[in-house]
């Protein structure tokens, strides 16, 4: 159909060498001489991907300078491209850093405190660490037969955060479980109760499962929501009219957003 319209498609890459072996040497991403290896990735959509093992993984480059300021502060987290948050863990931190950095109101080029540098600094030295990351790109155990959808949530008094995976089980009980996405938002600057903040990251959790659930093909059989708050829980199970606004507010939206959650 594209190329019925003029557009002829190329740079094609395949994990299969019998199937990349039957496109054109002109059309293909690499010529026919050269041999993809483990750590020669290919971009997909911003992506590194592995084809000789089918994982994605990450690149990422460390800029350095005698004098940090906010905006090169800022230029630098930019670069860590992780559109489903598979970097989380990492990439909070620095959201973390950010915020912390935004309330010295510092100008975006004065040169940022020597404590915040320093900090700035050890965190920046481990990020080449990210690249050892490599997600499986296929999510599901081959021939799978029950497919479930897992999603976890948790809170600090720092940031909060929302977690999914998909569980498969093929015919022989053998179970897989992987990560698909996830989610962090930091702390408001406000003090909040762990509670509070902790019924802040299941609506966080609500809102990704109500995103990435219709993005699914495959069936999905059973889906469950997790929070190892005992409060939050009390709070979803009763009706919303019984709290005050904030409680009240986020437990009928979560209520709303995941009525056939476990």
């Not at 993984?57 to 630098?76: A, C, G, P, Q, Y």
């Not at 987290?77 to 309330?103: H, N, R, Y």
């Not at 990435?212 to 009219?241: G, M, N, Q, Y």
């Amino acid at each position: 159909m594209m190329k019925r319209g003029g557009f002829s498609l190329r740079k094609w890459v395949f994990n299969d060498p019998d199937v990349l072996a039957t496109i054109p040497k002109e059309l293909k991403a690499v010529d026919s001489k050269h041999t993809i290896k483990d750590d020669q990735p290919v971009k997909i959509l911003g992506i590194a991907w592995l084809p000789d093992v089918d994982k994605f993984t990450f690149t990422i480059t460390v800029n350095e300078t005698d004098v940090w300021t906010k905006r090169k502060v800022l230029s630098e987290v930019a670069k860590i491209f992780d559109p489903l948050g598979w970097l989380a863990p990492s990439v909070v931190i620095s959201k973390i850093f950010l915020q912390e950095l935004w309330s010295h109101h510092l100008s975006w080029d004065e040169e940022i405190p020597d404590s915040l540098a320093r900090q700035w600094r050890t965190f920046q030295e481990q990020l080449p660490l990210l690249t050892n990351i490599k997600i499986p790109r296929c999510i599901l155990i081959p021939q799978a037969i029950d497919v479930q959808v897992h999603g976890f949530c948790d809170s600090s008094e720092k940031a909060c955060c929302a977690v999914i995976y998909i569980r498969s089980k093929d015919a022989t009980q053998t179970v897989v479980s992987r990560l698909l996405t996830s989610k962090t938002r930091v702390s408001p600057v406000k003090p909040q109760s762990l509670p509070r903040l902790e019924l802040c990251s299941a609506l966080l959790l609500a809102n990704l499962l109500q995103a990435t659930l219709p993005t699914l093909t495959v069936s999905i059989s059973e889906t469950f929501a997790w929070s190892d708050s005992k409060i939050t829980l009390a709070w979803l199970k009763s009706e919303p009219r019984r709290w005050q606004p904030f409680v009240a507010n986020r437990v009928a939206q979560i209520q709303e957003l995941t009525p056939n959650v476990h």
